[in-house]
């Protein structure tokens, strides 16, 4: 029996993906840095737990060489190009070290979790699919770039021997998101919120994600990546769905771009004093006027992702949050 050893097991994709690994019949060996996040999962009596960080390869370098399959999915989600270094260390510097521990241990197969950050975007806002050239360098983003660079050293690996496929997640929603990464917006929402702003992009449900994913241990051809999406929404679409499904009103006002970068700078320059990541970043604000779209045809045929509308993805996630009282 195939035993995989998992990294990000107490983040939202990586949470989700240890119960369905358990669920198709594998053994689990989860890298984790603490038990801080683990206690509302209820796989955690089902796998072995390890604790390490990818950071410091010591720390659970010995611990591959009972394992057949590496999945990485631990990842730094942030934007504040102020922490580039703790971003880079965590991204890339932690990718390297996996990518070599499964070198050195002659893994028989690792799937990266990438990102479709760094894939790219479209120019005139069409779907773009893996062959399109990364082209968010110009717009000094340091997740894009971390990402971009986290991908790299997966090339490198793979050109030393390392059997390697990559896919990269949308934006992904669903149930098992511990943390309430989305309630925010959500109760913003049910609050009457009015506002929208210029653009879009493509939103995965968690489950489509995670069989995508377990599908690319067997079927994911070495050196490919695949984009992992589902439905193209216009941020006016995105948010008028999750209003409907909590009978609230649709967002009718569109924000210029220009109340948004007012509010980055400003946001930049007091975070620092009393100590917290200013949100959006000035980073991001690229990322508020373009449609950021893909293709997700490559994996539905070569990895059997199935196709889950965003609508029913939100339903279950209203649901999930709802059940475990986070709204």
């Not at 107490?10 to 801080?36: C, M, P």
């Not at 509302?40 to 010591?58: A, F, L, M, R």
């Not at 193209?232 to 948010?239: A, E, I, R, V, W």
């Amino acid at each position: 029996m195939d035993k995989i050893f998992l990294t990000g097991a107490t983040g939202f994709i990586g949470g989700n993906l240890a119960h369905h690994l358990l669920e198709e019949g594998y053994k689990v060996k989860v890298l984790i840095r603490d038990d801080r996040n683990l206690k509302p999962y209820k796989w955690k009596d089902s796998v072995e737990i390890i604790y390490g960080d990818i950071t410091d390869e010591n720390s659970f370098k010995d611990n591959i060489s009972d394992c057949n399959i590496v999945i990485h999915s631990a990842a730094l989600i942030a934007w504040w190009n102020k922490d580039w270094d703790k971003i880079y260390r965590v991204n890339v510097l932690g990718t390297r070290n996996i990518a070599t521990a499964a070198l050195n241990n002659k893994i028989e197969k690792l799937v990266h979790i990438s990102s479709v950050a760094a894939v790219g975007y479209g120019e005139k806002g069409e779907p773009i699919n893996e062959e399109h050239p990364y082209n968010w360098g110009k717009h000094k983003i340091v997740y894009m770039e971390t990402k971009h660079e986290a991908e790299n050293e997966i090339y490198k690996a793979i050109k030393q021997g390392l059997n390697a496929t990559i896919v990269n997640p949308a934006n992904v929603w669903g149930k098992g998101d511990y943390r309430g990464r989305r309630t925010k917006l959500i109760k913003a929402l049910n609050l009457g919120f009015p506002f929208y702003t210029y653009g879009g992009t493509n939103f995965v449900d968690v489950d489509a994600v995670c069989k995508a994913t377990i599908n690319a241990i067997k079927h994911g051809k070495c050196g490919e990546r695949y984009i992992l999406g589902g439905d193209n929404l216009s941020t006016k679409d995105f948010l008028g769905i999750i209003a409907a499904e909590i009978n609230a009103r649709k967002p009718f006002i569109q924000l210029p771009l220009f109340c948004i970068k007012l509010s980055a700078y400003a946001q930049e320059l007091i975070a620092p004093i009393f100590r917290y990541t200013p949100k959006p970043t000035t980073s991001q604000i690229g990322l508020f006027n373009k449609y950021v779209y893909y293709d997700s045809s490559k994996a539905q045929k070569e990895l059997k992702m199935p196709v889950i509308s965003f609508k029913e993805c939100i339903q279950k996630t209203i649901r999930f949050y709802k059940e475990n009282n986070l709204i």
